[in-house]
């Protein structure tokens, strides 16, 4: 069976790559003793689905991981995973939920369609923050340059800004409260700090909430799962 996982990224861990977090949670589940199960071939791994990478560095009260189990668990021990995983998990990881998922649900990474995040404007003003998020809400297009597969492509930005509204930071900063789609192509929080002033240099951000379609309504990655506990929208509007 598979379960998903939502769990939180905060202080001097969000250093971690993302990368090396795929390499933590293989060492946090065998040290948990959950029987996972693994691909066949040559080198067997864990059968582990991560939602879209983190930007290192970055904050999150919202990231997911799928995980294929070797054998049925009951709803008591999935209820019960959390607190199992957290105790093995380093210094601000903590992992906030988990919920056995049915059959043939879209992959993290094919389900996301936006993420909503904090975003810190470092070196402005209130009055040019307004400025600038004016400007990108007015443009008709924002266009940026990416490489994909070794080739520069150009790409508009601007359908992919769901929302954009002045926000503070926890320690009172000023920043941005973004939702950035996702397809065909995520929009980076560094992407839209140039879109708003190339000169701004990249401040703190957080994820807050990833996003997916269920029956046509916008909702967080656990409501597929078989015990949906209805938790709050954090930044949501």
Known sequence: MKIRLVYSKLGKVRFTSHRDMARVWERCLRKADIAMAYSEGFSPRPKLSFGLALPTG???LAEYLDITLAHEWEPSDI???PRRLTASMPTGIDVLE????PL???????AVTSCTWTIEMVGTTIERRSAQIAAVLDAPTLRVTRERKGKPVEDDLRPLILVLDPTEMPDGALGVLAELGTK???VRPSELLTAL???LPTGRIRRLNQWITVD???REPLAVGAAVDERTEVGAR
């Open 58 to 60: 970055g904050e999150s």
């Open 184 to 186: 065909p192509r995520a």
């Open 98 to 101: 988990a919920v056995a998922l």
């Open 79 to 81: 209820s019960e995973l």
């Open 216 to 218: 046509g309504a916008r």
């Open 197 to 199: 002033d190339p000169s």
């Open 104 to 110: 043939g649900v879209d992959s993290l990474q094919q």
